[in-house]
């Protein structure tokens, strides 16, 4: 089991670090606007909750490529690998442009969520740009989902390591105005992300046309680039479920931060900082939960359950473990890291108290995205999609209203919520995944 645990890892690595770098974006973003007024944090708290759904949707789409790919690289098929790249390409370029418009059009909405109105000003010409930089984000991780999907992984990470410092003087210019540039503040993060963004993605299209280690997938493209409408059932049969899940879950997360928007700007600011640090350490969970699923998928493509089963529960102490260290680190820095992105002395009391919450519910987010990632892997993704829709939005966005609300616990309440819904889905998914491997090792 140690060994395939470090074959896991070795997959993992390079994603975690391309995940924590995207994540470091919205962590350098979040403290350099910040910097200006705790407003403007909630202001780009607000837009990130309300494009949240929509956005996670997307990347759940492009989940379908890395999955298929897998699969026809473990029956070592280059032109059924291409075949998937061209169709999945083109479909979540589709999805990009519908999530976009959306966004676009539906910016306006942010007046009807009962939010602090300076607040709703200061995030509507932001939110027009995070709605365009959606297209380029999501076609940059399509191409990243292609390369991981043939273990490629380190491809992706390079582009979105080189990304931060870009992010970062981008910002540096835009938000406070330095060299000449026009001081936009938050409306600057928005430019600098659709940017960096843009540059992204433009510079891994590059490397997957013309290096050599895709080339055969390229070369044989004249063959396999065409539409066919039982590709895009394929992909859609693991895109949709794989977003409904990815949406639901991230759905619960911005549901509840609009909920603590009503209950004033403070106590939004306070919710961004520790959603956006337990954010941060869920990367590495994502990473592992998408390494185990290339492996378990490339291992389904010979029909391999006894190594699917190996794999899913050597994954699975990899989770613990590393949640373990989580709760731990989140415990004993809960003082520290809100200081970090804003001096509000009430804002930094109110987050030390929500990241005690987000500590106690590292290890169930980490085996619950483990437990997704596996199931998807053997696609299995119908099941999975209701059980987690159950987990969340049945047990724990309304235990977390009741308790916020009704019992008074204001903010503190709602992340009860949240730690109730992820440790029933984590148990539902890892039960429902030893059930299935062991049923088909018989």
């Not at 759940?60 to 098929?77: F, K, P, Y």
């Amino acid at each position: 089991m140690k060994s395939e645990a470090s074959q896991t890892l070795r997959l993992a690595f390079p994603i975690i670090i391309g995940e924590l770098a995207q994540m470091a974006l919205h962590l350098i973003d979040s403290a350099m606007v910040g910097a200006i007024s705790y407003k403007q944090l909630a202001a780009a708290a607000l837009v990130i909750n309300a494009m949240n759904i929509p956005f996670v949707i997307g990347i759940g789409m492009t989940i379908s490529v890395s999955q298929m790919v897998s699969l026809a690289n473990g029956r070592r098929d280059a032109q059924q690998v291409s075949h998937y790249l061209f169709n999945g390409f083109c479909l979540c370029t589709l999805t990009a442009l519908a999530i976009s418009i959306t966004l676009l059009f539906g910016k306006d909405y942010l007046r009807n969520l009962g939010q602090d109105p300076e607040v709703v000003e200061l995030a509507i010409p932001f939110m027009w740009l995070m709605g365009l930089s959606i297209i380029p984000m999501l076609l940059f991780m399509t191409l990243k989902q292609f390369a991981d999907g043939l273990e490629h992984t380190r491809t992706a990470m390079i582009f979105s390591l080189a990304g931060m410092p870009v992010n970062i003087l981008l910002n540096w210019l835009l938000i406070y105005g330095n060299w000449g540039f026009p001081r936009l503040e938050l409306e600057g993060a928005g430019w600098a992300t659709l940017i960096t963004r843009s540059m992204m993605f433009l510079a891994l299209l590059f490397v997957i046309l013309r290096h050599k280690t895709f080339e055969k997938y390229i070369a044989v493209g004249r063959n396999q680039w065409y539409f066919r409408w039982q590709t895009w059932r394929e992909l859609l049969h693991i895109g949709v479920p794989s977003s409904l899940q990815i949406g639901m879950e991230a759905g619960a997360f911005a549901v509840s931060g609009i909920i603590i928007g009503t209950l004033g700007a403070v106590a939004q600011a306070a919710h961004q900082i520790a959603l956006s640090s337990a954010s941060f350490t869920f990367m590495v969970s994502m990473g592992l939960a998408q390494a185990g699923s290339i492996r378990v998928s490339n291992a389904l493509g010979r029909s391999d359950w006894a190594k699917i089963f190996v794999i899913g529960k050597s994954t699975l102490v990899t989770a613990l473990i590393y949640g373990t260290i989580c709760a731990i680190t989140f415990g004993l820095l809960r003082n520290h890291l809100p200081i970090a992105f804003n001096d509000n002395t009430e804002v930094v009391s109110l987050a030390a108290l929500l990241l005690l919450f987000a500590a106690v519910f590292q290890i169930s987010d980490s085996t619950q995205a483990i437990g997704a990632g596996l199931l998807r892997g053997i696609k299995d993704v119908k099941t999975p999609t209701i059980l987690i829709g159950i987990a969340y939005w049945v047990i724990g966005i309304p235990v977390g209203y009741t308790l916020a609300f009704h019992f008074g616990m204001g903010a503190s309440g709602m992340w009860l919520g949240l730690i109730l819904g992820l440790t029933m889905a984590s148990i539902f998914l890892m039960t429902r995944f030893f059930k299935m491997t062991r049923r088909n090792q018989v």
